[in-house]
């Protein structure tokens, strides 16, 4: 059976940028930071074309939801071998649950027999999107998954858990989300990178989708975390010993 | 109105990182436990015990056997219109089910908390811990997931809250549990241990993690990792301890040729006392480090086993 997937693709900056936190405490300092795809994401679209080249799915569509520069990140899924893009494009600030609702309404569009996404982003460490999305959709979910197969109109996911591994067999249509050891994402060649280029990107809106997305969450502050100082040398482990049984008083 | 916990039980145990929700939910009003499961005595009888709970309601249904998050968050939905607030720990099972619950009854969750400021507002690590949101919930249910670190647990024993059954919905038959490969062990779990060490890529291999033993013997220590020697497949992903894997506050964490990549500090830096050994003296670890040993961790591990053998 033909199988499209769909994966959403988020815009958060690098995970190798340390954030600031702005000096009126209203939120984090991103002006001018490099911003990259969430790294969970591609993962997400790393697993998509895996099993496009395995001929298990028959269309990868990324999605991203934002401004318009969010199109890089889309640039950035087709490089690496997603088929065609969709932009939703708003400058209203998107929490879970109104990308929850666009994802739906992209879905409900597209009807792909899979959703697979990052597990959660390194900008609001939420880790919701993929839950939401499911429940509106009334699908099952197999949530931080460390492998997947497709087998036949099922899929069988094995989770990291508290413990160690669970795994769940799911009907298809389903959401995955993807934990870190699913894959190693591939880098996009040149020759990829400037075929993405000619690859489609639409572009709808919350409004054309008739989603609303006004966030629930006000944020009232940012602030940085208590600072720690930087204890002191040791010289020796006789000396770490003495110091954490006499000064900390831990052991 | 009262706060409804949803608390993760395993052999009739009521798991640590419920009670610290518990803990939290128990800041907002009267808390009500919620025990799911296929044979729910045992725990019922467990989290009846727990003091600051009014009353515990019980799910039992084969259906909710395993925790899957499709007829647990149907269960949750169910009941969310009779209280102010759904809690649960932001544990796998928590972060798995509570989202998914939030949707159905159209709420915007609020995900991890490491503080609660009034019964609309709470405080939540963001950007891997870099920075602390408060943030303010306009829904009319809040959806709330504790970190377990952040809120001292309840006691086990001390309470005797009423046992109710509730209604269970209709199961979906749309996911179904296979298994489950679960690491056992006999040393205290990581979100709930004293003390942990824990050890990073300079470990150099899974045979080497071994050289911890002795010294989380002698500690009474869980043992964790980086995200960098669960990816090199020296210790299984359950010992993650990190920015996505288990985020830990011992009264002491030692970390064991780890480098200190902000990803493994956002799991580890409210830990009481750090200590960190590394042959590189120039690793961010010691920036956050209380004690920093600079040392090949081949000599300084036998040696601080057999320093700690000795009475002090």
Redesign the interface.
């Known amino acids: 059976m033909a199988m499209k997937v769909l994966v959403p693709v988020k815009r958060v ?1 690098d ?1 190798n940028v ?2 600031r ?1 702005k000096t009126d405490g209203s939120g ?1 300092e991103t002006t001018g930071l490099k911003m990259s795809m969430n790294p ?1 994401d591609e993962i997400a679209v790393e697993e998509a074309i895996r099993l496009k080249e395995k001929g298990l799915a028959t269309e990868i569509v990324a999605v991203s939801l934002g401004i318009a520069a969010c199109s890089e990140t889309l640039r950035t899924a087709l490089a690496m071998g997603a088929d065609r893009g969709i932009l939703v494009e708003t400058e209203v600030e998107l ?3 109104a990308v ?1 609702k666009l994802l739906k309404a992209v879905a409900e569009r597209e009807a792909p027999r899979l959703v697979i996404l990052g ?2 982003a ?8 993929g ?6 959709l009334g ?6 998954a ?1 492998r997947l197969l497709i087998d036949g109109d099922g899929a ?1 996911v094995t ?13 298809l249509p ?1 959401v995955v989300t993807t ?3 699913l894959n190693e994402p591939r880098y996009a060649s040149l020759p990829n990178i400037m075929k993405a280029r000619r690859k489609p990107i639409e572009t709808l809106t919350p409004a054309a989708l008739g989603v609303d997305p006004t ?11 208590p600072h ?1 100082q ?5 010289g ?3 000396e ?2 003495e ?3 006499t000064e ?1 008083k ?2 | 109105m009262a706060v409804l916990v949803l608390l993760e039980h395993a052999e009739g145990v009521i798991k640590q990182p419920s009670r610290s929700a518990v803990a939290a939910a128990g800041r907002l009003g009267e808390v009500h436990g919620l025990v799911a499961g296929a044979a729910v005595g045992p725990a019922a009888a467990a989290a009846s015990k727990l003091p600051t709970i009014a009353k515990v309601l019980t799910a039992e249904d084969a259906s909710l056997a395993h925790p899957l998050a499709e007829p647990l968050a149907a269960l949750l939905a169910s009941l969310a219109p009779g209280y102010t607030h759904l809690f649960a720990a932001a544990t796998a099972a928590g972060k798995n089910v509570m989202p998914r619950a939030a949707a159905l009854i159209d709420v915007q969750p609020i995900s991890d908390i490491s503080g609660i400021v009034d019964a609309a507002t709470f405080i939540r690590p963001i950007y891997a811990g870099n920075a602390l949101a408060t943030v303010r919930s306009a829904d009319a249910t809040k959806v709330i997931t504790v970190r377990a670190a952040s809120f001292d647990p309840v006691p086990a024993e001390g309470g005797s809250a009423p046992i109710e059954p509730v209604a269970v919905p209709a199961p979906d038959q749309s996911s179904r549990f296979v298994s489950a490969e679960l690491s056992k062990s006999e040393r205290p779990e990581l979100t709930a241990a004293r003390v942990v060490i824990s050890g990073g890529r300079g470990m150099q291999s899974g045979e080497n993690f071994k050289l911890l033993e002795p010294i989380a013997d002698r500690l009474g220590a869980a043992i964790g990792a980086s995200r960098a020697a669960v990816d090199a497949g020296f210790v299984s992903n359950d010992h993650q301890v990190g920015q996505t894997g288990k985020v830990v506050a011992p009264d002491l964490y030692v970390a064991v040729g780890i480098s200190g990549a902000i990803q493994h500090l956002a799991g580890m830096k409210d830990s009481k006392v750090i200590v960190a050994i590394n042959k590189d003296g120039e690793a961010p670890i010691f920036q956050v480090a209380d004690y920093g040993l600079v040392a090949d961790l081949f000599t300084a591990l036998p040696e601080l086993a057999r320093e700690l053998e000795k009475s002090p």
């Open positions: 900056v995970f340390k954030v936190v984090v969970f929490q879970p649950l929850a597990k959660q390194i900008d609001d460490d939420m880790n919701a999107t839950q939401m999305l499911a429940a509106l699908w099952p979910q197999g949530t931080f460390s069988v989770r990291e858990v508290d413990g160690g591994l669970e795994t769940v067999s799911l009907a389903a934990d870190l050891r966030p629930r969450l006000t944020l009232v502050s940012v602030a940085e975390p720690r930087a204890g002191r040398k040791v020796s482990v006789a770490l010993v110091k954490l049984r900390a831990v052991i």
